[in-house]
Nanobody, 121 residues
């Protein structure tokens, strides 16, 4: 069974930085797109950033210029570097990946359990 495992969340003051990472446990063939979403208390889950298998990226307007998504295909790991953090960035950050477990698969979307990011003012 494949699971996405996130790490790196925590508490930081406004203006600070954090990096979160995510990788699948278990054996896989390859990963297509990967991304990060977040959910603040009382709000819906929203897209933060995505990265394709070739490295093309997209960002929510609210994080452009502050957050950077990257991936290490050799390690099947996606990273989200978060700089100039604001209190409104607080929430649970979820990793998302389209994973091919075997070469004959088209890909299945997996979600991580989430990691808490709290930015204090």
């Amino acid at each position: 069974q494949v699971q996405l495992v996130e790490s790196g969340g925590g508490l930081v003051q406004a203006g600070g930085s954090l990096r979160v990472s995510c990788a699948p446990s278990g054996s896989i063939f390859s990963i297509n797109a990967m991304g990060w979403y977040r959910q603040a208390p009382g709000k819906q889950r929203e897209l933060v950033a995505t990265i394709s298998s070739s490295g093309s990226t997209q960002y929510a307007d609210s994080v452009k210029g502050r957050f950077t998504i990257s991936r290490d295909n050799a390690k099947n790991t996606v990273y989200l570097q978060m700089n100039s953090l604001k209190p409104e960035d607080t929430g649970v950050y979820y990793c998302n990946a389209d994973i091919r477990r075997y070469s004959v698969d088209y890909g299945v979307t997996y979600w991580g359990q989430g990691t808490q990011v709290t930015v204090s003012s």
